[in-house]
């Protein structure tokens, strides 16, 4: 009978009801077991949501608002994309974790628990070889690292990535959808079981410089540094990179994050903004005594290409890669001017994804990153793992 085929598609109408039709139109088949769109925060969020209702009736259906949208007609902006799973090869469950403003360990393991309990139900033999999770989480909550910690540790092998909801770079609401609405101060989460072969995939194009930054001074719940090396965090920041303080902008901040070294691999932690104190705001959640590096970057189209060579190589052309890209990554693209390289490698590995504010992986919070997970055409032979 053939692989399980995913659908894809892309909606680039301004309206907010043509779109969801045009996304509709695309990805519907029979027996859809999940449905997951990304869609621009610029539409009547509202409307968009009565048309998914209508549209969708009797789909489970997921999914966030972004800052750009990654699908067939690549990386757009005002778009809604996503692709629809079908029951034959796929089983998935979905959950809404609420009021990330009151979240505590406790309860991210029990919605964990729960979780695997609802896929287990079904599939009995489900198991991390078999199976991934995705996070889509407000990202503005400001927990990002505590909730996808809490989720990796009760799912224990199986792998969790995802992305954090944006808002076009207005840094004010994001939203996440499940249940038919859209809500805030919330992530949802889905497991999916699967008997097609699937890799877990994570990248970044820096390299750490020697140049060493110890936080001196900060307040990690609102991930505001305001000492670095016992100096305004915006004016040793500046030094280091070898401008003036009052210049620092977005374009320093993609070209130059810092990274940080846990067990041995460096992660990026991306500068949000400078602030008129000389303090600086970070996307992930920054300790004092943290040691940091100025990041160097090498060439993010190579990089992206080598991501999915490695794929490739690996499995054969994914028919889907959910694709976790982070929004300061989008504007390097632009800056350089690769837009239609990166175009190209997305589209011809059939990604679907958005631009972030703030990427997962195997519990970790990371920033200017490449996440997700590619999902490939033949089964998989017994035996061999289900992720890389």
Known sequence: ????????????????????????????QPDMELVVFFCSSE?????????????????????????GEIGPEGCRSHSLSGASFPARGFTAVSALLDNLGGFDHARGRAFAQSLMRKLEQRVPQTAPENCFAILLIDGLCGCEESVAHALQQTLGKTVLCGGSAADERKFVKTFVYSDGQFRSDSAVAFLVRTRLPFRAFMSHHFVATDERLVVTEADTTRRVVSEINGRPAAEEYARLLGVDADSLGSAHFAAAPVLVKVAGTDHVRSIQSANPDRSLNFFCAIDRGLVLRVGQGLDLSNNLEQVFDRIDADMGTPQLALTFDCALRAQEVSRNR???????????????????????????????????????????????????
């Not at 659908?7 to 301004?14: G, L, T, V, Y």
């Not at 489970?60 to 972004?66: A, H, K, L």
């Not at 997305?346 to 990153?369: I, K, L, S, W």
Request: aromatic content about 8%; charged content about 20%.
């Open 43 to 67: 539409y009547d969020l509202d409307a968009l949501a009565a048309e998914m209702r209508r549209l969708f009736v009797g789909a489970q259906v997921v999914g966030c608002t972004t800052a």
């Open 1 to 28: 009978m053939g692989d399980p085929r995913i659908r894809r598609a892309q909606s680039c109408a301004a309206d907010a009801r043509r779109a969801a039709q045009e996304f509709h139109a695309g990805v519907t």
């Open 338 to 388: 690769a837009n239609d390289r990166v175009d190209a490698v997305f589209r011809n590995n059939n990604a679907v994804g958005f631009n972030t504010y703030g990427e997962q992986f195997h519990g970790a919070h990371v920033n200017q990153t490449l996440t997700g997970i590619a999902i490939g055409y033949a089964a998989q032979p017994p035996g061999e793992p289900g992720h890389a």
